[in-house]
């Protein structure tokens, strides 16, 4: 019985927070549509959650990092590699699809090996993933000698610039991975284990869970998210595959959306006020 209680206690709070922040966010966007005609336009939501769809990517694979009280700062550039790679074999064979596997691998090979270094070799998290970002940056540079790679294919262009019943694709796959991650970490003992692993690692430990190869998991989930996201910020208009500075920022970027208290990292009510914000500045300053 007091576990039912509990339970309910546990929904009541949640539900309590989520409305609160819903609230907040009428508020803005009131507030916003009074003082720009151009704020609440079917043309500028849908610009923003294209915009907001790559961090979103980025951030949903960073989010079971820090449920696990860890840290990846390798994600942005993670990013620029997994597209500098992808434009490669996209350039050398035309196909789409060995292009988003060669992606989405790249990034996964990154973020198991953040993992490795985590818990093999027991590094704290912000030196190996801070290491990480410097040997991937390096890399990057090396690989990609100062040039350019563009030309990309049509079907290539649709991930991150197509549309699907008037709406960009890349709306579509975040609000997909946001139904997949909520699945994942509020109904799956796995993403109980992993909250159980941020609260007390040597509590998890005793209680009979894995903690290492979990650790390794989310690590590697990380960068896959990092690679799908490269794909997505590749195949927008006029994008090359080149390293740039100020990946750096995606990671700063992706961190602040979803920052909280401990309690509640992790849960999707901390995103929702972010966004309306943000556009809204941007239209009252003059900015696209």
Same mark, same amino acid.
């Given at each position: 019985?007091s576990?039912v209680?509990a339970?309910h206690?546990?929904?009541s709070a949640?539900a309590?927070a989520?409305?609160?922040? %819903?609230?907040?966010v009428?508020?803005?966007?009131?507030?916003?549509?009074?003082a720009?005609d151009?704020? %609440?336009t079917? &043309?500028?939501i849908i610009?923003v959650?294209?915009q907001a769809?790559?961090?979103? %990517?980025i951030?949903s694979g960073?989010t079971l990092?820090?449920l696990?009280?860890g840290?990846?700062l390798?994600?942005?550039?993670n %990013?620029?590699?997994a597209?500098c790679?992808?434009?490669?074999?996209?350039k050398? =064979? #035309?196909?789409p699809l060995l292009?988003?596997l060669?992606?989405?691998g790249c #990034?996964?090979?990154?973020g198991?090996?953040n993992?490795?270094?985590?818990t093999?070799?027991?590094?704290?998290?912000?030196i190996a993933t801070y290491?990480?970002?410097w040997?991937?940056?390096?890399f990057?540079?090396?690989?990609?000698?100062? &040039?350019?790679i563009y030309g990309f294919?049509?079907g290539?262009?649709?991930?991150g610039s197509?549309?699907?019943?008037?709406?960009?694709?890349p709306?579509?796959?975040m609000?997909?991975?946001l139904?997949?991650?909520?699945?994942f970490?509020?109904?799956? &003992?796995w993403?109980?284990?992993i909250y159980?692993?941020?609260?007390?690692?040597?509590?998890?430990?005793?209680?009979?869970?894995?903690?290492k190869r *979990?650790l390794?998991l989310?690590? =590697?989930?990380?960068g896959?998210?990092?690679g799908l996201a490269?794909?997505v910020?590749l195949?927008?208009?006029?994008?090359?595959? *080149?390293p740039?500075?100020?990946y750096?920022e995606l990671?700063l970027?992706?961190? *602040?959306e979803?920052?909280?208290?401990?309690?509640?990292?992790?849960?999707?009510e901390?995103?929702?006020?972010a *966004?309306?914000l943000?556009?809204g500045?941007?239209k009252?300053g003059?900015?696209?």
């Amino acid at each position: 019985m007091s576990a039912v209680l509990a339970m309910h206690h546990r929904f009541s709070a949640g539900a309590a927070a989520l409305g609160y922040r %819903l609230v907040v966010v009428a508020l803005m966007c009131a507030a916003l549509t009074l003082a720009s005609d151009a704020f %609440l336009t079917q &043309t500028n939501i849908i610009n923003v959650l294209r915009q907001a769809s790559l961090l979103f %990517l980025i951030a949903s694979g960073l989010t079971l990092v820090i449920l696990t009280a860890g840290l990846d700062l390798s994600v942005g550039a993670n %990013l620029g590699m997994a597209a500098c790679v992808v434009a490669t074999v996209l350039k050398a =064979t #035309g196909s789409p699809l060995l292009g988003m596997l060669t992606g989405i691998g790249c #990034g996964l090979a990154v973020g198991f090996t953040n993992g490795v270094l985590v818990t093999a070799l027991r590094l704290p998290p912000f030196i190996a993933t801070y290491g990480m970002l410097w040997v991937v940056h390096g890399f990057s540079y090396y690989y990609m000698a100062g &040039t350019t790679i563009y030309g990309f294919p049509p079907g290539f262009r649709e991930i991150g610039s197509g549309y699907l019943f008037g709406l960009p694709i890349p709306i579509y796959l975040m609000f997909l991975f946001l139904a997949i991650g909520w699945a994942f970490t509020q109904r799956t &003992t796995w993403g109980q284990e992993i909250y159980a692993i941020g609260a007390n690692p040597g509590a998890a430990r005793l209680s009979g869970i894995p903690v290492k190869r *979990r650790l390794v998991l989310v690590y =590697t989930v990380s960068g896959g998210m990092a690679g799908l996201a490269a794909l997505v910020y590749l195949a927008r208009p006029s994008r090359e595959g *080149r390293p740039k500075p100020g990946y750096i920022e995606l990671v700063l970027a992706a961190a *602040r959306e979803w920052e909280l208290p401990a309690p509640y990292i992790g849960s999707i009510e901390q995103w929702v006020p972010a *966004r309306p914000l943000g556009a809204g500045v941007r239209k009252l300053g003059g900015f696209a």
